[in-house]
């Protein structure tokens, strides 16, 4: 059986999912086997989360709810994990402060 799932984000990053945060979501999602893809609506259209050109090119300013979806082998653990980074602000929340 295949296993599912799904998720609803917020993006708080001051620059949205501009380059940084891009190759840091795509990155992680690269580390699944599942096949993940993510949307600016919850009717899509829906992107492959892997593809870096893809993500950054849906251009997601602050404030956008991100829709995440994921099919296969570690669906939840791949959701769960990009979840925790958006909503970890990238990982970047320290660099921002520093330089403010």
Known sequence: MMS???ATVLI???VGLHA????KFTKLAKTFPARIE???APDGPWIDAKSIVKV????APKGTELHLR???EHARQ?????VALV???FDESDVHAQSA
């Open 87 to 89: 909503e970890r602000d």
């Open 78 to 82: 791949a959701i769960e994990a990009l």
């Open 4 to 6: 599912k799932a799904e």
């Open 56 to 59: 950054m090119a849906a251009k």
């Open 12 to 14: 708080n990053h001051a």
């Open 70 to 72: 994921a099919e296969g």
């Open 20 to 23: 940084r945060p891009s190759v």
């Open 38 to 40: 993510m949307a600016l």
